[in-house]
T-cell receptor, first 112, second 114 residues
Framework: QQQVKQSPQSLIVQKGGISIINCAYE??????FPWYQQFPGKGPALLIA?????SEKKEGRFTISFNKSAKQFSLHIMDSQPGDSATYFC???????????FGAGTRLFVKA | DTAVSQTPKYLVTQMGNDKSIKCEQN?????MYWYKQDSKKFLKIMFSYNNKELIINETVPNRFSPKSPDKAHLNLHINSLELGDSAVYFCASSNDRDFTYEQYFGPGTRLTVT
């Protein structure tokens, strides 16, 4: 019940294409769903986050789509750029909880 | 200006040794964490302290002992290091007042046990 399942494990996209990363969860107590971006040699950093009371959130080229009934959420990166090449983690936090559960990560490579 | 800092950045040591990693945050956050990231990039929480009190203690060997002298510091001491301890260890802190628990990560400490 504590897991967050993330796919794909790795992704190669052409410059200008759309990158899509999917996550699924089981624990209905989760109420905050962030995405973190990690560049090589750096710590993860928050990219964008959503709460389950909205179905979509957009910040620049990054969009989270959230399907509460299916317990799934996804990250879309529009017009993907080589600078977006990084590892992306979805995550989930429970109500009033300190324990953020991370997905296994997706290594994105954007070809120039 | 560094929000969450860790020292050292690299740590190479032999099996059986004892080592410590230090972490400091200047964000005024109440909660701090230690995560372990293995070679496959999987991020696993180890410990969490809130206002110097241990609130999360995952299934981690007793050889790992966190210590929080104050809200801004969370150190990790590892006894009798083993080959399997080789990983990148990240310290993080979170702002709990907005109930998002957004994690602010440090730059990581790459531990190599030979």
């Amino acid at each position: 019940q504590q897991q967050v399942k993330q796919s794909p494990q790795s992704l190669i996209v052409q410059k200008g294409g759309i990158s899509i990363i999917n996550c699924a969860y089981e624990n209905t107590a989760f109420d905050y769903f962030p995405w973190y971006q990690q560049f090589p040699g750096k710590g993860p950093a928050l990219l964008i986050a959503i709460r389950p009371d909205v179905s979509e959130k957009k910040e620049g080229r990054f969009t989270i789509s959230f399907n509460k009934s299916a317990k799934q959420f996804s990250l879309h990166i529009m017009d993907s750029q080589p600078g977006d090449s990084a590892t992306y983690f979805c995550a989930a936090s429970p109500t009033g909880g300190f324990k953020t559960i991370f997905g296994a990560g997706t290594r994105l490579f954007v070809k120039a | 200006d560094t929000a969450v800092s860790q020292t050292p950045k690299y740590l190479v040591t032999q099996m059986g040794n004892d080592k410590s990693i230090k972490c400091e945050q200047n964000l005024g956050h109440d909660t701090m964490y230690w995560y372990k990231q293995d070679s496959k990039k999987f991020l696993k929480i180890m410990f969490s302290y809130n206002n110097k009190e241990l609130i999360i203690n995952e299934t981690v060997p007793n050889r790992f002992s966190p210590k929080s002298p104050d809200k801004a510091h969370l150190n990790l001491h590892i006894n009798s290091l083993e080959l399997g301890d080789s990983a990148v260890y990240f310290c993080a802190s979170s702002n709990d007042r907005d109930f998002t628990y957004e994690q602010y990560f440090g730059p990581g400490t790459r531990l190599t046990v030979t």
